[in-house]
């Protein structure tokens, strides 16, 4: 029985509904599934307790010795996490600014990193780490001044009276010319089933898009958003041509990420 880590975002549910319904063929391998938010999934392969998981690209950084990336099943795009706050004109006068980030080994959480180092450079932070569907409420109760918003909340920030500081998908685009390798599969070398796992997980991909609204029917079960019309643009915006295979493309991109990785860490 292998353990199989994946996060509770409809991009992640909708790629691998095939396989957790049993409507495809696992050829012969079984699979356990954690379905848990993205840094908790980061934690359990930093502990090696996963055999397969979703992760964070930037937490590939950490895992690269014991585990290898799969081509499909991830999630690559041109859009990403956005920068929000309650309050633009308060920003301009705080020395010190308050940070809600979704995790210390989240892509996101290192996006904003970058963005930090090339805009903020005149001000100090106070980081608080917190699950990714916290941060709305953090942000609009200004218990933080500013928030960096992952999966569902990136399309509904504007319905709660939040404002858009920046897009660090467009920012991360502007730098590198290549999508945003926001996370991907990886499963321990140690077990030499990477090519398996890859050609089921396509198998399920493909099961998801010729069965959509089934499909989108089981996102809901763990989806933070309920609403379908959100549901299905977290879904086609996330779930691609890299999700089926990265390629050379996506490969570079993760690369490029974590090359960029400081020695001394982030958010220290």
């Given at each position: ?9 409809p ?62 099943g991830?999630?690559?795009?041109e ?23 979704p995790?210390?080994?989240t ?31 953090k ?11 992952i ?6 920030y ?6 858009l ?19 991907c ?21 493909h099961?998801a ?36 295979d990265?390629?050379?493309k ?7 990420l ?11």
């Amino acid at each position: 029985m292998l353990k199989f880590g994946i996060s509770p975002c409809p991009n992640d549910t909708f790629i691998f509904f095939g396989i957790i319904e049993k409507k495809v063929n696992t050829q012969g391998l079984n699979f356990d599934f954690v379905i848990e938010d993205v840094e908790t999934l980061n934690s359990l392969c930093l502990e090696k307790a996963l055999d397969i998981s979703k992760i964070s690209s930037h937490a590939f950084y950490y895992l690269k010795e014991d585990y290898e990336v799969i081509p499909s099943g991830g999630a690559l795009s041109e859009q990403g996490p956005v920068v929000i706050t309650k309050n633009p004109e308060k920003l301009k006068n705080l020395s010190t600014i308050k940070l809600a980030l979704p995790g210390r080994f989240t892509t996101a959480s290192l996006l904003m990193w970058f963005y930090w180092q090339k805009n903020f450079t005149d001000k100090k932070y106070m980081v608080e780490f917190m699950p990714f569907y916290e941060i709305i409420d953090k942000v609009t109760e200004q218990k933080a001044d500013l928030g960096v918003l992952i999966h569902e909340g990136r399309f509904i920030y504007s319905l709660k009276g939040l404002h858009l500081v920046a897009d660090l998908g467009e920012f991360w685009i502007k730098e590198c010319s290549l999508p945003i390798p926001l996370g991907c599969i990886v499963c321990k070398k140690s077990l030499s089933i990477k090519e398996t796992v890859n050609r089921i997980i396509k198998e399920s991909l493909h099961y998801a898009y010729c069965h959509f609204d089934e499909a989108v029917k089981f996102t809901k079960k763990y989806s933070q958003e309920l609403n379908e019309e959100v549901i299905k643009m977290h879904i086609q915006t996330y779930v691609n041509e890299f999700s089926f295979d990265m390629g050379q493309k996506g490969i570079m991109a993760i690369n490029e990420l974590i090359k960029k990785i400081p020695e001394d860490g982030i958010w220290s």
